[in-house]
């Protein structure tokens, strides 16, 4: 799905009454957590917008400055949108964040919001915690105490509550609306004017330490430190944006549908990725539900999965032979109840924070000569078994999968978390959005694992760490009929 499309879902709405199609007949409980929206130009086109932008304003209200100490700054972003028709919100992002064009990151906003049409709606503030370690210098924040204004630059990215033969007309699972913003943000310090003198001067001694630690890192002020620097420079090399397709039928009409999720190249060579894009239906109660009710039908031999590299390199396809796949693991069930026809029936729904399922695409071996093929690269380096074995890692990068708006092509910009082990699988200290699932968690030692969803990642299988002779290929099943 292009931009266009995404900031144009009303349009579609439109079009799809105007159409005469059928609603599903199999209402369910709502969606399980949202997918990335596809960036880059998906294996199968969507349908194109007819009208104009949902949202019609997004404005930042004010910056609350909630906490201040010695270790950090918590921030509040207050908002206010306006929508171009009535629309529910399922979840509410701030992307590429800056605050005086230092790079910021927002928790993602995880619940219903409800837009009336042409009302200026306030939603829950958005919150921004920046730690000091992370930083080389606190200048943009010290300009933002000083002039009680920050200048906030960024995207939003907000998925949307459509029914399922909207979902159809865009040919994706979970459509997602965008806006850009940047604008000056009046800072509202709720403090008095002896504690932000106190502030300040905190924040300068705070600045003079870090400076003289970048000057003992041989780092400039404001520099990142060097192994996260080394990595946004060669990560791109071994990510993937793996878009998995498939087409639904209902009545008369065919559908395509496509998701996407990021990949990575382990040390083994071969691209890790969820284990949702082998069969993306089965982690979504209303497409599993209505697939297994008879409303929609899965076309059989319909499903192909693309790899778009972010670096170098063309496209690779499943159906050209250009890799195998194999699901590693056993993903883990949740029984719903679904309503189909008057009666109930229970849909097991696939969970995707399963500790041991994964998706491994292994390459197939591309011609030495050629220049910028994607199977060139090395993979991204492991971390040391020890690493892998502690219970908490302080410091720890992840990626969110973005598209360009000129090019179309996929990026990603990298977030800095902190992360504990939580049972077989790991925990991030904060929530992210879809756009980051099938991520490597980076340490500085190297990778330890997989984001699977909001909050939890899997730890990669030993034979995946290093390079090892591949074992024999599984093909994905043929979609039931």
Not at 162 to 185: C, I, N, R, Y
Request: glycine residues 6%; contains cysteine; proline residues 8%.
């Amino acid at each position: 799905m292009n931009l266009a499309m995404r900031v144009a879902i009303a349009g579609v709405i439109a079009w799809a009454a105007a159409s005469g199609m059928a609603q599903s007949t199999v209402p369910v409980q709502p969606a399980r957590p949202v997918q990335p929206t596809v960036p880059a130009q998906p294996a199968v086109q969507a349908q194109p917008a007819v009208q104009a932008a949902m949202l019609q304003n997004l404005q930042v209200k004010e910056v609350n400055l909630a906490e201040i100490d010695t270790s950090h700054v918590k921030l509040a972003v207050d908002l206010n949108l306006t929508a171009a028709q009535s629309v529910t919100l399922e979840s509410f992002r701030l992307c590429s964040l800056h605050l005086n064009g230092m790079p910021v990151f927002a928790a993602p906003l995880n619940q219903e919001i409800v837009l009336k049409k042409g009302v200026p709606t306030a939603l829950p503030p958005l919150y921004i915690t920046v730690l000091f370690r992370d930083l080389r210098t606190v200048e943009p924040l010290r300009r933002m105490i000083e002039k009680q204004s920050v200048r906030i630059e960024g995207e939003m990215v907000a998925d949307v509550r459509l029914t399922m033969v909207e979902k159809l007309a865009l040919h994706t699972q979970h459509p997602s609306v965008e806006f850009t913003l940047a604008q000056d943000v009046p800072v509202q310090l709720s403090v008095s004017d002896f504690q932000r003198t106190l502030a300040l001067s905190a924040l300068g001694y705070i600045d003079i330490g870090l400076q003289a630690s970048s000057v003992a890192d041989k780092l400039l002020p404001g520099a990142k430190p060097q192994w996260i620097r080394d990595l946004e420079t060669n990560a791109p090399a071994n990510l993937f944006a793996v878009e998995s397709s498939y087409t639904l039928a209902q009545k008369d009409a065919s559908f395509p549908v496509v998701s996407v999720a990021l990949g990575f190249r382990a040390g083994s060579g071969a691209v890790v990725t969820t284990a949702e894009a082998l069969a993306p239906w089965k982690y979504d109660a209303e497409f599993l539900g209505a697939v297994q009710s008879g409303a929609d039908k899965l076309v059989k031999d319909s499903q192909e999965i693309l790899l778009r590299p972010v670096g170098l390199g063309d496209p690779l396809r499943l159906s050209a032979k250009d890799f195998t796949v194999d699901l590693r693991g056993t993903p883990e069930e949740d029984k719903l109840i679904a309503v189909a026809g008057g009666g109930h029936g229970k849909i097991q729904v696939l969970r995707r924070s399963s500790p041991t399922s994964l998706a491994v695409l292994t390459l197939q071996p591309q011609p030495a000569a050629a220049p910028g093929v994607v199977g060139a690269a090395a993979g991204l380096a492991s971390a040391t078994a020890a690493v892998v074995a502690q219970d908490a890692w302080d410091q720890v990068v992840i990626f969110r999968l973005r598209e360009d708006a000129v090019t179309k092509k996929p990026s990603v910009e990298a977030l800095q978390m902190k992360a504990r082990r939580e049972g077989k699988g790991i925990h991030l200290s904060e929530p992210v959005d879809a756009a980051v699932f099938g991520s490597p968690i980076v340490t500085p030692a190297g990778v330890i694992g997989l984001v699977q969803d909001e909050q939890t990642g899997a730890f990669l299988p030993d034979n995946l760490l290093a390079p090892a002779a591949a074992p024999a290929p599984v093909a994905p099943p043929a979609p039931a009929q």
